[in-house]
C-alpha cells in the first residue's frame, strides 16, 4: 500500500498573503490532483499533473498556482488569500488518469483566512 | 458538459434501516461511476466502481447499478450501521480522454444507534 502526506494540516493565514500546501505520495503514481472542498459543493478541481513538471489547469484554478518538481511530490500555492476563506484542499493521486482510474486521497489541509 | 446530481444534501436513519442515496448523471461520453465515502477528519476514498461493461458495482454491503434509460447511479445498502455515517459522493468520469471526475455535492449520512 501507499499513502498521502499532506502538509500542514491546518493553516491560518492573512488576507492577501500567499500560502503554500504541500503534498507527498509512495503509491509511484504518475498522476496528481488538487481539489477544493467547500462545504455544500462537492470537490471542484484545482490543477492536476500527469507526470514530473507537468501542469494542467483544472475549472477553479484562477488565484492558485501548482508545482510538480519531482513525481512524488505536488504543491499547491494561494497566490492571494482571501479573507474570510474557509476551504479544505484535498491532494490525491492515480496511477493514470482519463477519468477512469481510481483516486487515493490525502486527509486535506484546512484553510482560514482571518 | 457533464454534470452529477445528488439532491439528498443529509440522510438520517436508525442502525438496521435500508439506505438509498440518489445520483443522476449527465454526459455526451462513455461513463465510469464511482461511489466515494469520506469519513470525519479523512480524505475521500473508493467504495465502489462501475463501468458500462459490467453495469453493477458491490463493496461492504453497499450496491450501486449504472442506469443508462434513466442515468442513474442510486446506492443502496440493506441495513446501515452506525460506523456507515459518512458523506457520500457519487462521482463520474469518463473513458473518451477527459482528466477530470466531476463530484456530486455529497450526501451526509448519520446513522442513529
Known amino acids: 500500500g501507499g499513502i498521502i502526506t499532506q502538509t500542514p494540516k491546518f493553516l491560518i493565514g492573512q488576507e492577501g498573503q500567499k500560502l503554500t500546501l504541500k503534498c507527498q505520495q509512495n503509491?509511484?503514481?504518475?498522476?496528481m490532483y488538487w481539489y477544493r472542498q467547500d462545504s455544500g459543493k462537492g470537490l471542484r478541481l484545482i490543477y492536476y499533473?500527469?507526470?514530473?513538471?507537468?501542469?494542467q489547469k483544472g475549472d477553479l484554478s484562477e488565484g492558485y498556482d501548482a508545482s510538480r518538481e519531482k513525481k512524488s511530490s505536488f504543491s499547491l500555492t494561494v497566490t492571494s488569500a482571501q479573507k474570510n476563506e474557509m476551504a479544505v484542499f484535498l491532494c490525491?493521486?492515480?496511477?493514470?488518469?482519463?477519468?477512469?482510474?481510481?483516486?487515493?486521497f490525502g486527509s486535506g489541509t484546512r484553510l482560514t483566512v482571518l | 458538459g457533464n454534470s452529477v446530481t445528488q439532491m439528498q444534501g443529509q440522510v438520517t436513519l436508525s442502525e438496521e434501516e435500508f439506505l438509498f442515496i440518489n445520483c443522476t448523471y449527465s454526459?455526451?461520453?462513455?461513463?465510469?461511476l464511482f461511489w466515494y465515502v469520506q469519513y470525519p477528519g479523512e480524505g475521500p476514498q473508493l467504495l465502489l466502481k462501475?463501468?458500462?461493461?459490467?453495469n453493477k458495482g458491490s463493496s461492504r454491503g453497499f450496491e450501486a447499478t449504472y442506469d443508462k434509460g434513466t442515468t442513474s447511479f442510486h446506492l443502496q445498502k440493506a441495513s446501515v450501521q452506525e460506523s456507515d455515517s459518512a458523506v457520500y459522493y457519487c462521482v463520474l468520469g469518463e473513458t473518451s480522454g477527459s482528466w477530470q471526475l466531476i463530484f456530486g455535492s455529497g450526501t451526509q449520512l448519520t446513522v442513529m444507534p
Open positions: 454526459t455526451t461520453g462513455y461513463p465510469t
Open positions: 503509491f509511484n503514481h504518475d498522476t
Open positions: 499533473s500527469i507526470t514530473e513538471n507537468d501542469l
Open positions: 490525491a493521486s492515480s496511477i493514470a488518469g482519463q477519468g477512469a482510474e481510481t483516486l487515493y
Open positions: 462501475v463501468t458500462t461493461a459490467n
